[in-house]
């Protein structure tokens, strides 16, 4: 099973700051197979990231991730109000289970 | 877009069973995939199982492999999600969502309690 940590547990910034998460995981993972979510209280999980780095529907621009092999990342590069909410990155492999999930990221109003 | 809409949330008994819903609209049922992911409370997020309408092919997580049946009707383009032997730490929302590699859509959730 592929394993995938992300840090920090918890970020916390102020509305306009650059945020920087973090998604390793414990085996390669194909950059195609890396998406990123957002989930705020009491909602499903939104899809902003797939394939690494291409924003899915409506996503804006500010959002955008990058990596490869075991290290990836979600930048939102000036923090709007409605950001503040907690990330989760997620693969697709062979391996089972096909999908795993990181442990999430806060990000919370400084 | 594709919508996905699920039944409503459920209190159980531990080792009873529970049958979740998830009614799709808005694209080509047979050529989804539809996977089954939980929420504990306060905790991440986990993925079950999924299933291909077209192929009728479910597969599982082993975690969940004994307890889970996830089956599709296509005629009324919905998916259910079946979990046996239910426990306290089944406790969770459960989320229906399309998708191959990740996620497109998701349903609004199903909160399904077990409690004595």
Redesign the interface.
């Known amino acids: 099973e592929i394993v995938l940590t992300q840090s920090p547990g918890t970020l916390s910034l102020s509305p306009g700051e650059r945020a920087t998460l973090s998604c390793r995981a414990s085996q390669s993972v194909s950059s195609?197979?890396l998406?990123w979510?957002q989930q705020k209280p009491g909602q499903?999980?939104?899809?902003l990231i797939?394939?690494a780095s291409s924003r899915?529907t409506g996503i804006p621009d500010r959002f955008s991730g990058s990596g490869s092999g075991t290290d990836f990342t979600l930048t939102i590069s000036r923090l709007e109000p409605e950001d503040f909410a907690v990330y989760?990155c997620?693969q697709?492999g062979s391996s089972?289970?096909?999908?795993?999930?990181?442990?999430?990221t806060k990000l919370e109003i400084k | 877009q594709v919508q996905l809409v699920q039944s409503g949330a459920e209190v159980k008994k531990p080792g009873s069973s529970v049958k979740v819903s998830c009614k799709a609209s808005g694209g080509t049922f047979s050529s989804y995939t539809i996977s089954w992911v939980r929420q504990a409370p306060g905790q991440g997020l986990e993925w079950m199982g999924r299933i291909i309408p077209i192929l009728g092919i479910a597969n599982y997580a082993q975690k969940f492999q004994g307890r889970v049946t996830i089956t599709a009707d296509k005629s009324t383009s919905t998916a259910y999600m079946e979990l046996s032997s239910l426990r306290s730490e089944d406790t969770a929302v459960y989320y229906c969502a399309t998708g191959f590699q990740q996620f497109d859509y998701w349903g609004q959730g199903t909160l399904v309690t077990v409690s004595s």
Do not use: D, E, M
């Open positions: 195609s197979y998406a979510y499903a999980p939104r899809l797939y394939g899915a989760y997620q697709y089972p289970p096909p999908y795993t999930f990181g442990q999430g």
